[in-house]
């Protein structure tokens, strides 16, 4: 890898019924995720999903690009929620590219998105390079 | 009820330690579609169990609801990477409060250790606790 490289964008669909899976195998059973009634409750728009589903889809981005490399350092600010409908689902959209490759590390620059809109702020991956099978 | 200011500083360990089984791993992988999830490759964000249930330790302690809580920032340094067989602990400490709005804006460390007591990763979380106006 190499500083500049553009990583091939990723679209993964987000539905309700993986937000269930991912309560059970995360323990994060938190209503706002499952239950419109109390989602709405609380001021959201609708059921959404973890911040850390997201995420957890960057960290499937990162390994798929980089073939499973070690990382090192992986975090955003969850700064709109991906609104998860019951029929059908979200597409997150997962964009990056090689910010830069320096003292063994591999820093990839983000661009994470639901419906044209970026739904992490400062997202952040680095990975060891001598890990990276690419 | 906005949380208690003389929280910071406090920590709040996780009641038990986890394993990190090929059930747990596979169930976890599968969820998020993680390549690898027979493989037993750990997906990065795996420690989010521990970390979630030091949190809990730390709602229940303080009697905040959890469907108050939104996720707003959440940060991973890894030391090593984690592997099937780990047995993790981790302590969650409250860094931080601020109040924005009505709502209060929490921010945690979790450190998560292995069985030598060594650090794998700390977890940085920012927590927004939405009071819903009550008293």
Redesign the interface.
């Known amino acids: 890898m190499n500083a500049g490289d553009v990583l091939e964008t990723s679209t993964?669909t987000v539905t309700r019924a993986?937000l269930v899976?991912?309560a059970?195998?995360?323990?994060?059973?938190?209503?706002?995720h499952q239950d419109e009634d109390?989602a709405r409750?609380?001021?959201?728009p609708g059921v959404i999903a973890?911040?850390?589903?997201t995420?957890?889809?960057v960290?499937?981005a990162?390994?798929?690009w980089t073939g499973?490399a070690?990382?090192?350092?992986?975090?955003?600010?969850?700064t709109s929620p991906v609104v998860v409908p019951a029929e059908g689902g979200a597409q997150v959209v997962v964009g990056g590219t090689v910010k830069s490759v320096a003292d063994g590390l591999v820093t990839l620059a983000l661009e994470v998105t639901c419906e044209g809109k970026k739904v992490l702020?400062m997202p952040?991956a680095v990975v060891r390079e001598a890990t990276v099978r690419a | 009820m906005p949380v208690d200011p003389s929280l910071v500083g406090r920590a709040f360990p996780a009641p038990a330690p986890l394993s990190v089984t090929p059930e747990?791993v596979n169930?976890?992988a599968?969820?998020?579609?993680?390549?690898?999830a027979d493989g037993g490759?750990v997906?990065?964000?795996f420690p989010?169990?521990l970390a979630?249930?030091a949190m809990?330790a730390f709602l229940d302690a303080e009697a905040i609801d959890?469907?108050?809580?939104?996720?707003?920032?959440?940060?991973?340094?890894?030391v090593r990477?984690l592997a099937v067989g780990d047995e993790l602990s981790a302590t969650l400490t409250v860094t931080g409060l601020r109040q924005i709005g009505g709502a209060d804006i929490i921010a945690t460390t979790s450190e998560i250790t292995d069985a030598a007591g060594a650090v794998v990763c700390t977890g940085?979380a920012?927590l927004v606790h939405?009071s819903?106006g009550a008293a």
């Open positions: 993964f993986d899976a991912y059970h195998a995360s323990g994060d059973h938190n209503p706002i109390v409750s609380v001021g959201l973890h911040g850390m589903y995420l957890a889809l960290g499937r990162v390994a798929e499973g070690e990382v090192v350092d992986l975090g955003a600010k969850f702020g952040r | 747990r169930a976890f599968a969820s998020v579609g993680h390549p690898g490759a997906p990065p964000t989010i169990v979630f249930d809990q959890l469907h108050r809580i939104v996720h707003g920032e959440q940060r991973f340094a890894y990477p940085k920012t939405s819903g």
